[in-house]
Every structure is written in structure tokens, then in C-alpha cells.
């Protein structure tokens, strides 16, 4: 289990980079300098700024110049300027009477509700009409019981809050294992040649009609029961004849591409466990073109075969690439 980071050794790391950069740090240059990440300040504080301002360091006016504000000052200007109209101050009032604008609010803050309720006014004072606040609550994390500020609007029908990546995966460890966990389900099917059982998920179980535990189960029930007048695609006569190379080559053009469809990248593993067949090696040129070329003659099978004519696929890429109506392209089809 990866240790959780304590918020002390968070804020020390901080200020560790704010005195060896001379200048309040931004999150390229935490990343570049620090010990932990600044994603571990997000997932901490909620906001990059919100950490450096726990840790007292002040968070820069992004415009630069020497016209930046301080948190702090910030802050103080608008319980001063509270005090004296005896009431919340809008923005309108703070441009007028203040002694800083709406904007410098904005960037610090992220809106001028926001820096209301960091200066200490209630929710009850900013329930105004026209006024949109972002109601945070506090909650506890499931794992370690910390209590955390979080947007209400983000806890919509969650059950179960995490104050960091490490707790949510701690939690996953122990809630989903072994038969807790949602893709362990597995349906027990027989062999349709062998008779064997064996385990398999339930989509795959739904899809298919019939189900082999390997390759040579597979290929024995098709020499058996799928030759012939029983196969699917039997119309009264035989495909062409590919030669006496194409075995060879095809192992061959399989073997070049990885084994894997040239177009979508399914695997020769997926694709048995998906379809309960292997790969097919598409002719880019079709061997019917080299038998009308030779006419009556037989083709030359080195030509209709060469590994720059094959390229290998899935069912569905084969089946989708047939109906177009030229030759598609593929990167590197090599005939080594």
C-alpha cells in the first residue's frame, strides 16, 4: 500500500521550495523542485493556491509587476470595509469605497462570493438575490476519517468520500477482491468437442453458441461438422484454390504483423476469446483478380500470396474492408 502523505510534510516541502526559489512557487516549478507533486497539493487542499496559502506563502497577482496583493491584505481591506457600512459589501461598494477593485478578488479567490465567505461572512449573509455560492460541506473520509471542505454539488449521490488517490485505492483493495469484485463473475460452459468445462465471462457466454477450450478443439468440430454442404457458406461449389504457399504464407504474414489486426490492433488472444476463431489475412488484391488475369490458366499462387498482398485482420475490420469499394491502404504492409 503507497503511504499517505501527511499534510505537515506537505506544507514543510512547500515552504522548502518558496525559500530555495526565492518566490512563491507555481505548479510547474513545485513539480520541478519538490519532493511530492503538485497534484498531492490539489488532492489535499482542493487548489494549488489553497496549499501555498495553508502554508503561509503568499499566493502572486498571476499579472505580475509590482501591483500584486496579498491574501492577507486582501482579506483585511474587506472586513475594514464591512465594518464601516455596517453590513456585507457588494463589489459595486468595494470599487467605490474599497481600496482595491473586484478583480484582484477573482484571481485570489475564484469569485467575489468565494472571498466573502473566506473573509468570514456566513452563507446567511450571501443570500441575496442574483448571488450564486458554491456551497461547500465538510465530510470524512471513508478510509482515515479526515474531515475535508468539498463542493455539495459534488457529493451528489456519492456513498463514499476520499480525501486522496492512496485512500480511494486502499478502499478499492479491500472492498474489491476476489469474489467481491464486479468482473469476477464467470459462467460454466462445456467444450463442444471435447466436452471439457471451463470458465468464461458472460457477455462472451451470451454471444456465442458454441464454445472451445483451444485452438485444435476448435479446428477438429470445424473439420467435422462445418465442411462441406454444412458450412455456413456453402453454395454448391468451392472457393478458389489460394496454392499450396498459402499456409505458409499466411503463418508468415500473421507472424510479420504481430499477430495482432493491422486496424484495429486486436490481439490473435482477444480474438479467439471474442469470435472462437483465429485471425483472418486479408488478400488486398483478391485472388479472383489472378485468376481472371491468368484466365484459364492456374495463377502464379507466388504473386497471389506475396506478403505485400496480405495484411492481417479481425472479423469485423475483414468484413467491413470487403464491401469498400477500392483497395485500402495500410502504413508498412512489408513483404519481407
Known amino acids: 500500500m503507497v503511504k499517505k502523505i501527511q499534510k505537515e510534510d506537505l506544507l514543510a516541502d512547500l515552504c522548502r521550495v518558496y525559500q530555495k526559489i526565492d518566490s512563491p512557487p507555481s505548479e510547474s516549478q513545485y513539480d520541478e523542485h519538490g519532493q511530492y507533486s503538485a497534484s498531492a497539493v490539489r488532492n489535499r487542499f482542493g487548489k494549488f493556491t489553497e496549499g501555498r ?31 464601516k457600512l455596517e453590513k456585507t459589501p457588494t463589489r459595486e461598494e468595494m470599487a467605490e469605497y474599497g481600496a482595491y477593485a473586484e478583480g484582484p478578488y477573482r484571481r485570489e479567490f475564484g469569485s467575489w462570493s468565494e472571498a466573502l465567505l473566506a473573509a468570514g461572512y456566513s452563507y446567511a449573509e450571501l443570500n441575496r438575490p442574483g448571488t450564486h455560492v458554491a456551497r461547500r460541506v465538510s465530510v470524512e473520509c471513508t478510509v482515515c476519517g479526515e474531515t475535508e471542505q468539498r463542493l455539495q454539488s459534488d457529493l451528489a449521490g456519492e456513498q463514499n468520500v476520499f480525501c486522496s488517490p492512496d485512500c480511494l485505492h486502499t478502499w478499492r483493495s479491500e472492498e474489491f477482491t476476489g469474489e467481491d469484485h464486479p468482473l469476477t463473475e464467470r459462467i460454466e460452459v462445456e467444450c463442444e468437442w471435447c466436452g471439457d468445462t471451463m470458465d468464461r465471462k458472460p457477455s462472451v457466454v451470451e454471444r456465442r453458441t458454441f464454445h472451445f477450450c483451444s485452438y485444435d478443439c476448435m479446428g477438429e468440430w470445424r473439420s467435422e461438422c462445418r465442411a462441406g454442404k454444412d458450412a455456413p457458406a456453402w453454395e454448391g461449389g468451392g472457393e478458389l484454390y489460394r496454392g499450396p504457399n498459402w499456409q505458409k504464407q499466411r503463418e508468415r504474414a500473421v507472424n510479420r504483423d504481430d499477430q495482432q489486426c493491422r486496424r484495429c490492433g486486436c490481439t490473435e488472444t482477444e480474438h479467439f476469446e471474442e469470435y472462437g476463431r483465429k485471425l483472418s489475412v486479408h488478400h488486398l488484391t483478391p485472388v479472383r483478380e489472378f485468376y481472371r488475369e491468368a484466365d484459364s490458366e492456374e495463377p502464379d499462387f507466388t504473386e497471389v500470396n506475396a506478403l505485400n498482398n496480405l495484411v492481417t485482420l479481425c472479423v469485423e475490420c475483414h468484413r467491413k474492408i470487403e464491401k469498400l469499394p477500392v483497395v485500402p491502404q495500410f502504413d508498412s504492409v512489408r513483404g519481407d
Open 53 to 83: 496559502a495553508v502554508a503561509d506563502i503568499p499566493n502572486p497577482d498571476m499579472r505580475g509587476g509590482n501591483n500584486q496583493i496579498s491574501r492577507k491584505d486582501l482579506l483585511d481591506e474587506l472586513q475594514s470595509l464591512g465594518e
